[in-house]
């Protein structure tokens, strides 16, 4: 039991490591899409709007804040606020 035990938080570690590289090459992606785009405003459809904000709303603003960077936390915030009052 121990060695199935040993093995399974090895690999808990191993994923939770291999997805932590994931999320600072996203990072690094789109910090070098924002500096390709210039000083430009980004216009989304409400299509992305509504799947950015979808996504958004599982998050915690705190984590947001720290992930959220072609949209303002607040930003993502009031596109859900405004998603759930067209459903109503």
Known sequence: MDVLKFVLVRLAGWMNQNQQWVIEYLQEEVRLLKELQGKKRMRFSDEQRRRLAV??????????????????????????????????
């Open 55 to 88: 996504k958004a709303k599982k998050l915690k603003f705190g984590t947001m804040k720290g992930v959220a960077s072609i949209v303002t936390p607040h930003t993502l915030l009031a596109w859900h606020r405004r998603l759930i009052a067209c459903k109503l």
